[in-house]
T-cell receptor, first 117, second 114 residues
């Protein structure tokens, strides 16, 4: 059973370009979380999605960032007009969305390292 | 506003000895605490957790202690093994409709020497 998949693992963009980060949750998981880790810092919550719904986007920057989790296909974190400060590791986690506590059943992907030149 | 703090960036321990990793928090609404372990180029992996109604939880070599009055928790690893060398993150959560949301500390790099 494959774990959480993220691609690409590494992404290089020039300032002003768009970055698209993909997350395929574990099989049977319907909840997705995105976290960002800036250099020398811990992971910071960005957004929590269920299939076709954004539940909590309190950690998302107001501009340039968007996330979706369509009925079919992976979750996408999209960053428009990237700036150098967007350089970070972006981690996706998924949880089953059943009665189990999602705080203990979040499985993290390996992350996408975004570098903005 | 760093609500979860790990003030020691790194810790070095001899194999077989005890490793103690510390974490402080400021938000009194946190009611659930977790420790994650992370290897380079991988995502964090859940290690152990504790609810605010408890003051200790043990799982094999790993024990987490919670001191609510001091808003402090610690992870004890005994005996430490070289394979425990990794970055350890403390995380906290508030119950409610979005209680899967985790707030992480900055991490502590643990090195266990053979």
């Amino acid at each position: 059973n494959a774990g959480v998949m993220q691609n690409p693992r590494h992404l290089v963009r020039r300032r002003g370009q768009e970055a698209r980060l993909r997350c395929s949750p574990m099989k049977g998981h319907s909840h997705v979380y995105w976290y960002r880790q800036l250099p020398e810092e811990g992971l910071k919550f960005m957004v929590y999605l269920q299939k076709e719904n954004i539940i909590d986007e309190s950690g998302m920057p107001k501009e340039r960032f968007s996330a979706e989790f369509p009925k079919e296909g992976p979750s996408i974190l999209r960053i428009q007009q990237v700036v150098r400060g967007d350089s970070a590791a972006y981690f996706c986690a998924s949880s089953p969305g059943d009665n189990r506590d999602p705080r203990e059943t979040q499985y993290f992907g390996p992350g996408t390292r975004l570098l903005v030149l | 506003d760093q609500q979860v703090k790990q003030n020691s960036p790194s810790l070095s321990v001899q194999e077989g000895r005890i490793s103690i990793l510390n974490c402080d928090y400021t938000n009194s609404m946190f009611d659930y605490f977790l420790w994650y372990k992370k290897y380079p180029a991988e995502g964090p992996t859940f290690l152990i957790s504790i609810s605010s109604i408890k003051d200790k939880n043990e799982d094999g070599r790993f024990t987490v202690f919670l001191n609510k009055s001091a808003k402090h928790l610690s992870l004890h690893i005994v005996p430490s093994q070289p394979g425990d060398s990794a970055v350890y993150f403390c995380a906290a959560s508030v119950g409610g409709t979005s209680y899967g949301k985790l707030t992480f500390g900055q991490g502590t790099i643990l090195t266990v020497h053979p």
